[in-house]
């Protein structure tokens, strides 16, 4: 091979590697989470108290572990908040991320099964393709702050996919 081929070559490899390392994430609108359906009791303050900083807090978790750019939801906001829950509405969150011009729809949940044992659910459908939503959960023992932050931190750290 030529000196001036293998030159070429090697400048190619290198721009196309360098290209690769410096794709974007993807763009996901990560809507607030929300209260699974619990019958009669239904949400205390201090549980509807919590979706805001856990919402801010996944956020925060994908955005720093490099798997997402966070689309902002405040232009829906108050849309979302008249409707039916996300996880009800026949696709409205992905209607919505697309709106938003995201690549990416992420909902979560909170499920209470009793006051001492809860499930953080996240879903996340890629817009992109046809692939079917996934789901990733964690189970966590006290209904407080702390086992939340726990319990979230866990879940993005050890359930999610890595950033791709």
């Known amino acids: 091979m030529k000196a001036g081929h293998w030159r070429f070559t090697a400048l190619a490899v290198v721009l196309l590697a360098s290209t690769v390392a410096h794709a974007e994430p993807p763009k996901a609108a990560v809507f607030d989470f929300q209260h699974a359906d619990q019958g009669a009791l239904g949400p205390t303050d201090a549980d509807r108290a919590r979706l805001g900083p856990l919402s801010d807090l996944l956020r925060s978790l ?9 689309a902002s939801t405040e232009a829906v906001k108050a849309e979302v908040a008249k409707g039916p829950d996300l996880r009800h509405c026949n696709g409205c969150a992905e209607d919505y991320a697309k709106k938003l011009g995201a ?20 879903y996340v459908k890629d817009l992109r ?10 189970d966590i023992r006290g209904n407080n702050d ?3 932050d726990r319990g979230l931190r866990y ?8 950033p791709q």
Do not use: C, H
């Open 62 to 70: 994908l955005k720093d572990s490099g798997r997402y750019q966070i």
């Open 146 to 148: 702390t086992s939340f």
């Open 155 to 162: 879940l993005v750290k050890n359930n999610l996919p890595p």
């Open 129 to 138: 393709n046809n692939k079917p939503e996934q789901a990733y959960s964690v």
């Open 103 to 122: 690549d990416v729809a992420i909902t979560g949940e909170i499920q209470k099964v009793p006051n001492l044992i809860l499930n953080i659910n996240i």
